[in-house]
């Protein structure tokens, strides 16, 4: 079983966070933990979070146990890159960019569970649907009256001639039409 867990948008450069995703690919969630606890860097604290979101998730939805997950894949790509300008002599100015990240983590087991473990959201659904269907009955060309389709000739209505033409409505742009 695999868990996913994303941040989009993370306002340090990918150079910088590819760093910290390194000491933590391929280890033990909860070594990865005490590994991210004691380093000091900025892009530290963010991916601990993800890395929690990641086991919580990993435990609610499909019932893991922490002990047995591992990181499997953690990838830190460019997100957009926001510029700004800094104003230098002569009236010129540099571009500043602030780079952007998104990290991408894969959670896995160490020894696979049994799969007749399901998803709580699917034990829900599963138990929302029900068995019956209702059909209505369609309706046989005999059985649909005049009234129903009363002004199949609405196009004829919409020609120059009729009282209430569309064309009479509209201002003319040019003359001679």
């Known amino acids: 079983m695999q868990v996913k867990a994303k941040i989009k948008h993370l306002r340090i450069a990918p150079r910088k966070v ?17 590994k ?14 993800l890395v929690n979101s990641a086991i919580a998730s990993a435990e609610h939805n499909y019932e893991l146990s922490k002990s047995n997950l591992y990181i499997e894949a953690i ?7 926001l510029y700004r300008w800094m104003q230098k002599a002569f009236g010129r100015a540099t571009p500043l960019r602030h780079r952007t ?32 269907t209702v059909v209505e009955p369609i309706k046989e060309a005999k059985d649909i009256k005049k009234e129903d389709y009363k002004d199949v000739n609405h196009s004829a209505s919409l020609r120059k001639g009729s009282k209430n033409s569309l064309i009479k409505k509209v201002f003319p742009r040019k003359t001679g039409m």
Not at 18 to 34: C, K, T
Not at 41 to 46: A, D, L
Request: a positive charge.
């Open 75 to 81: 990838t830190v790509n460019d997100g957009p890159t």
């Open 36 to 49: 991210l606890a004691v380093m000091d860097q900025r892009s530290v604290t963010p991916i601990l979070k």
């Open 101 to 132: 990240s998104i990290v991408d983590i894969t959670l896995a087991e160490k020894k696979p569970s049994d799969g007749n473990k399901k998803n709580k959201q699917n034990k829900s659904i599963d138990d929302k649907i029900s068995t019956e």
């Open 18 to 34: 590819r760093l910290v995703a390194g000491v933590i690919r391929g280890l033990d969630v909860e070594l990865a933990v005490h």
